[in-house]
T-cell receptor, first 115, second 113 residues
Framework: DTAVSQTPKYLVTQMGNDKSIKCEQN?????MYWYKQDSKKFLKIMFS???????INETVPNRFSPKSPDKAHLNLHINSLELGDSAVYFC??????????????FGNGTRLTVT | QKEVEQNSGPLSVPEGAIASLNCTYS??????FFWYRQYSGKSPELIMS????GDKEDGRFTAQLNKASQYVSLLIRDSQPSDSATYLC?????????????FGQGTRLTINP
């Protein structure tokens, strides 16, 4: 199936641990994103990559490090997890080839709970 | 001023009525506007996109854009209980040569049978 897929779906871990979330898209898009949705359902952009190049880096703590090995993959590694990192993290993709009008296609989300 | 603002609701509408959702944005140069629907525990799904002033209709959904007033809205006609969800307005904002899709805080809509 054509889609944006991210793993794992759920992630429960303790404070101070390091964890990674993986994302893959087979839509042929050239731009990928990480968004964070907090408990109030506010969806906020964290990072954006275009053809493996970082183009948007919001004011995110250095503990968050994205990595794009190719334009179909975008991973997110989080060091020294804190309680405030608990949220749902969505991966998304779009195509800049069609200009700036391309909507985002979202993955199913990773619910991260830090205890 | 927030980049994209919506009334968080909740908005309660009787079944069969018209639900009206509103959104304002701050960047006058924005060119692309989207409405996403998000069911509880699910990911956002695109339901409408609009790029030009005026109305755009797709089935029971109509998006309205007024760039002069920096205002975009979504009308849902003949509302159904299955329309109960959070509706997210999203606007492309220019950031130092790049574009990012900024979301409003969402409006929670409940359709009452």
């Amino acid at each position: 199936d054509t889609a944006v897929s991210q793993t794992p779906k759920y992630l429960v871990t303790q404070m101070g641990n390091d964890k990674s979330i993986k994302c893959e898209q087979n839509l042929g898009h050239d731009t990928m994103y990480w968004y964070k949705q907090d408990s109030k359902k506010f969806l906020k952009i964290m990072f954006s990559y275009n053809n493996k190049e970082l183009i948007i880096n919001e004011t995110v703590p250095n503990r968050f490090s994205p990595k794009s090995p190719d334009k179909a993959h975008l991973n997110l590694h989080i060091n020294s997890l804190e309680l405030g990192d608990s949220a749902v993290y969505f991966c998304a993709s779009s195509s800049r080839k069609t200009g700036y009008n391309s909507p985002l296609h979202f993955g199913n989300g990773t619910r991260l709970t830090v205890t | 001023q927030k980049e994209v603002e919506q009334n968080s609701g909740p908005l309660s509408v009787p079944e069969g009525a018209i639900a009206s959702l509103n959104c304002t944005y701050s960047d006058r140069g924005s060119q692309s506007f989207f409405w996403y629907r998000q069911y509880s525990g699910k990911s956002p799904e695109l339901i409408m996109s609009i790029y030009s002033n005026g109305d755009k209709e797709d089935g029971r959904f109509t998006a309205q854009l007024n760039k002069a007033s920096q205002y975009v809205s979504l009308l849902i006609r003949d509302s159904q209980p299955s329309d109960s969800a959070t509706y997210l307005c999203a606007v492309n904002i220019r950031v130092q040569g790049a574009q990012k899709l900024v979301f409003g805080q969402g409006t929670r809509l409940t359709i009452n049978p």
